[in-house]
């Protein structure tokens, strides 16, 4: 009985995968309830003894009815004892799986801290990959993104203009930085708040295509495929557009899509075959 009890309760945990505050005080106030049975039947067992012991001492062995109802108490007296000592197996288990909850806790503490600084890594490693590509950066002021007008050779109460550019790029500054911080939905926000704001800017296909960035470090790679397509049909002569291409095969790619993952490459190394984005999509596609 003990043995199958303690099975069913580490299966449980098993199962779960995981301790909660709940459970451990669920079981703490099983515990005490199992307790409190456990000391009723203990005053049961001896009250029963303490009759026996009267009836023992007064017990005439030729009445054979009274010598079947002490037989009869023996018996319950026994069931009883046997109850209490389950009664108490069950709390030593009970006190074991808390023993194991709390360990386990422990357990998944650890690995919390171990996930963490696997996503710091990671976080790393894409920044590094940005700078390589270049993503985010803005353009040099001489150089206009593609498809837009150069600015004129002289301007016109350049005060004004840049005092109309600083809240644009205060609100983009703080959303890029909200996203370096992994604040995603707070630069998911930002930049969309940047794009209806500011739609004509040069930093608007870099916005959407943070946007798109914010679900891919989420891991959320269906929402980012869709928000780097909005990059290529919102600024199709924009300069996100090797960048977008990159990332929507490598989001395809995650979700193990090879086929789509290998269409969108190509595209892009067809398109763009000069490009970074380009170099990397070709040893991309090498593994599919």
């Known amino acids: ?16 995968g995981c301790a909660t505050v709940q459970d451990k005080i669920a079981l703490e106030s099983r515990i005490s309830r199992l307790e409190q049975t456990r000391n009723r039947s203990e005053q049961d067992v001896n009250q029963i003894q303490t009759e026996l012991q009267k009836i023992g001492t007064t017990w005439n062995s030729k009445d054979q009815d009274f010598a079947g109802q002490y037989a009869s108490l023996r018996a319950e007296t026994r069931k009883l004892m046997e109850e209490v000592q389950i009664l108490n197996g069950r709390i030593d288990e009970s006190e074991f799986v808390i023993g194991q909850l709390s360990s386990k806790k422990g357990e998944l ?31 040099p002021k001489n150089v206009p993104p593609a498809g837009k007008k150069p600015p004129s050779d002289h301007p016109v109460n350049s005060n004004k203009d840049s005092e109309n550019q600083e809240p644009e790029n205060g609100l983009y500054s703080q959303a890029k930085k909200a996203l370096d911080d992994g604040e995603f939905e707070t ?19 870099n916005a959407q295509f943070w946007i798109g960035e914010t679900y891919y470090r989420e891991a959320w790679y269906e929402k980012a495929i869709l928000e780097y397509e909005e990059v290529k049909k919102k600024f199709p002569k924009g300069n996100k557009i090797p960048s977008a291409l990159l990332k929507q095969g ?18 892009l190394v067809n398109r763009f075959p000069n490009s970074n984005e380009a170099d990397i999509a070709k040893k991309i596609l090498k593994n599919i």
């Open 1 to 16: 009985m003990r043995t199958r009890f303690l099975s069913f309760l580490i299966g449980i945990l098993l199962l779960t």
């Open 109 to 139: 503490e650890a690995k919390l801290q171990g996930l963490e600084v696997e996503n710091q890594k990671a976080a790393k490693r894409i920044a590094e990959l940005e700078q390589y590509l270049g993503i985010g950066t803005s353009l």
């Open 187 to 205: 630069a998911r926000s930002g930049f969309q708040e940047f794009i209806t704001m500011f739609p004509t800017s040069e930093n608007a296909d």
């Open 250 to 267: 490598m989001s395809f790619q995650q979700l193990n899509e090879k086929a789509n993952a290998r269409l969108i490459l190509e595209e």
